[in-house]
Every structure is written in C-alpha cells, then in structure tokens.
C-alpha cells in the first residue's frame, strides 16, 4: 500500500485566495483525520470523518475552513479566503477504528502571502 | 479540550545515552497512550503504545513506563543515537464515547549528539 497520499507537498499562495488541500486515505481505512501543525499550537485536530461522515469539526477555526469527504478514497480541506495565518503544516490522517493507530501523509506545507 | 501536557519542549543527549520524555493527563477515562516520531518533512509515526492495564511496555530500545495514579507516562530512548533525533509527541485517546480522537502533546525535539 502506498500509504497516506496528500497533495499538493507544498502550496504558496496570496492573502484572499482559495486553496484546495487533496488527500487519500490508505485503503480500507474508515476514520479520516485533518490536523494542522504549527510551531506555536503544536498539532492540531481540525476534524474527523467516519465513513465518509463528518464527526467533530470542532478543531476548524472558522468558517473560513471546510471540509469534505465525498467518497471513501478521498477528502479534501479548503480554505476560502486564505490568510497569513493560514500557514502551517496540514495533515491528513487515516485509521482502521478511531482508538487505534493514525497513519499520518507526508503533509502539505502551506505558506500564505 | 483535554490536555496532554509534554516534557521537555527540546532536548540534547550524547549518543549512548538515554533519552526521557515525560507526559501528564487529567482525563481518567483516557485508556490509550502513544507515542508518534517525526522526523523533518514527514508525518508522524507511531513508535510505541501502551493501555493502563500494564505499567511498562518495551519494543527494543524504546520503553514506555506508565503510571496510573499520577496520571503520568513517559517514553525511555536507551542507547540513544543520532537516527533517533526527532520530534516525539505523547497522546491519549478515551475509547468508546463520541468524538474519540487522540489529543498530542507539544512535542519534544530530541538531538542527539554523536
């Protein structure tokens, strides 16, 4: 299996645009996870699906953030407008049940302008 | 949120060494307890895990001691190497209730020094 896959690796962008962050899960895997990582907050839980189906999106910092999970081998974390702020590492995560081991991706390094 | 609060934030150890992290929790009902590595420009991985129903777990050179009524656990790196510099981060999960996720610590950078 190849494992987590998210795309793009790294994304810069300008203050007000839209940025589209990919991910797949490994296969079979029926929790999906959205964390995002910064020097100052460490990592952050932004949301969890099961099944396809949101669980807690108390993580996503404002309504900025959305996330979706339109079928089994995809999900994708939008933000719409992006701001300075923005900039971190986010990650996309994947496990069989949610109490047992996360597989993390590689991560998309996000620089906003 | 829960917390997990992680210790020390960064930490230098000679190769041949041991490294120790330690990590505190308040929730009781937390009966899950990893620990992930990263190293720069990956993801993190899970390295060691441990449940409260023992108080010491061990996989090669990495041990997890775990102390229930302190509400503390913390990872061992013995015989540490320079392949061990990494970020490590401590986490909990509380099985079975809504909205069962895992809740890191801040993470410890380790370096170790050849």
């Known amino acids: 299996d190849a494992g987590v896959i998210q795309s793009p690796r790294h994304e810069v962008t300008e203050m007000g645009q839209e940025v589209t962050l990919r991910c797949k899960p490994i296969?079979?895997?029926?929790?999906l996870f959205w964390y995002r990582q910064t020097m100052m907050r460490g990592l952050e839980l932004l949301i969890y699906f099961n099944n396809n189906v949101p669980i807690d999106d108390s993580g996503m910092p404002e309504d900025r953030f959305s996330a979706k999970m339109p079928n089994a081998s995809f999900s994708t974390l939008k933000i719409q407008p992006s701001e300075p702020r923005d900039s971190a590492v986010y990650f996309c995560?994947?496990?069989?049940?949610?109490?047992?081991?996360?597989?993390f991706g590689p991560g998309t390094r996000l620089t906003v302008l | 949120q829960q917390q997990v609060k992680q210790s020390p934030q960064s930490l230098i150890v000679q190769k041949g060494g041991i490294s120790i992290i330690n990590c505190a929790y308040e929730n009781t009902a937390f009966d899950y307890f990893p620990w992930y590595q990263q190293f720069p420009g990956k993801g993190p991985a899970l390295l060691i895990a441990?449940?409260?129903?023992?108080s010491e777990k061990k996989e090669g050179r990495f041990t997890i001691s775990f102390n229930k009524s302190a509400k503390q656990f913390s990872l061992h790196i013995m015989d540490s190497q320079p392949g061990d510099s990494a970020t490590y981060f401590c986490a909990a999960s509380e099985a079975g209730s809504a909205g069962n996720m895992l809740t890191f610590g801040g993470g410890t950078r380790l370096m170790v020094k050849p």
């Open positions: 995560a994947s496990s069989l049940w949610v109490n047992n081991e996360q597989f």
């Open positions: 296969s079979g895997h029926d929790y």
């Open positions: 441990i449940r409260p129903d023992v």
